[in-house]
């Protein structure tokens, strides 16, 4: 797949502290792509270098092949970020703030009705064009937030906690929009929410003291975090134990009264186990998964090390 953005070797320093160091990555086409890490790990600074907001001390960050450095204007022509916490001004009605913000984007005159009425639409603010944006409720003023950041049609969008402060009903449409806008475009998702990024992202960079920990498919991290099974078997279950410890995958195996507990990695743990037991002319009553792979212990172990 092609990348929308390029993060390449990109370090930032604030006098002598250095925020972020050495960090790469890119965001494909057509892609969400999750941005994880604990408060301080330098997410904010990655997204900031990434819009132009913050010249990176080394490194270069391209959009659509154009260095952000070297021509801000034409790369922010084709970013549209929403901060975490989005200034929007309160005084003035969403229909007009989003008029102003395809005017500051350049949008062509003739296109910017459409415009407008497109990110009205997509954010879920069609009854809300006329209001002051001021008497909206925070759920709503996160919504002028995202409508800005799609007025002027952006190839990429950087989102930073996008759901923050949604009901319910409006963080499962908000996502239902960041999956849909996700296959057309490169998306950056910045969330605290684990479950929101393992809904909607294939794949996640994992930052910690201003380093990339992993870029890698959700899908992979998940599989090398830990399962635990519970076997309930005929006969011995102390013989189930040491058979089963020989099996790839399983880190420990150990008798708990009635019960074979197993911990290990791998997505077909449990099969491998079962077939194992099975071969081995035992019998076996049950096996219970008591905890499974997700991607909350996967980003705990990395965030650990």
């Not at 990555?25 to 990655?46: R, S, Y």
């Not at 007025?151 to 449409?173: C, K, M, N, S």
Request: glycine content about 10%.
């Amino acid at each position: 797949m092609t990348a929308g953005v390029e993060v390449i070797g990109v370090s930032r320093r604030f006098g002598r502290k250095e925020a972020i160091a050495d960090i790469s990555f890119d965001v494909h086409a057509g892609e969400v792509l999750g941005l994880l890490g604990p408060n301080g790990a330098g997410k904010t600074t990655t997204m900031r270098v990434m819009t132009g907001y913050l010249r990176p001390t080394r490194g270069r960050v391209l959009v659509d092949g154009i260095d952000i450095a070297a021509d801000p204007v034409a790369a922010r022509q084709r970013i549209g970020y929403m901060p975490e916490s989005s200034a929007v001004p309160t005084e003035m009605t969403v229909v007009s703030f989003l008029r102003y913000c395809a005017r500051l984007h350049r949008v062509a005159r003739d296109k910017r009705q459409r415009s407008v009425a497109s990110a009205l639409r997509q954010a879920g603010l069609g009854g809300m064009a006329d209001a002051r944006i001021g008497t909206l409720s925070k759920g709503y003023r996160q919504r002028v937030a995202l409508a800005q950041a799609l007025v002027h049609e952006p190839d990429v969008l950087i989102l930073d906690e996008p759901t923050a402060g949604l009901d319910p009903r409006q963080v499962a449409e908000t996502r239902e929009l960041i999956a849909k806008l996700g296959r057309t475009r490169s998306v950056l998702l910045s969330s605290h929410l684990l479950s929101e990024v393992a809904q909607l992202c294939r794949r996640v960079v994992v930052l910690d003291n201003g380093r990339v920990l992993a870029v890698a498919d959700v899908a992979t991290l998940t599989s090398a975090a830990v399962t635990r099974l519970e076997l309930r078997v005929s006969g011995d279950p102390s013989r189930a134990a040491s058979t089963v410890r020989a099996v790839a995958g399983v880190d420990e195996a150990v008798v708990r009264g009635e019960l074979v507990v197993v911990k290990g990695t791998g997505s077909e743990l449990g099969q491998r186990v079962a077939a194992a037991v099975v071969d081995a002319g035992i019998g076996l009553l049950e096996q219970r998964v008591s905890s499974s792979s997700t991607l909350e212990e996967a980003y705990l172990n990395l965030v650990r090390e």
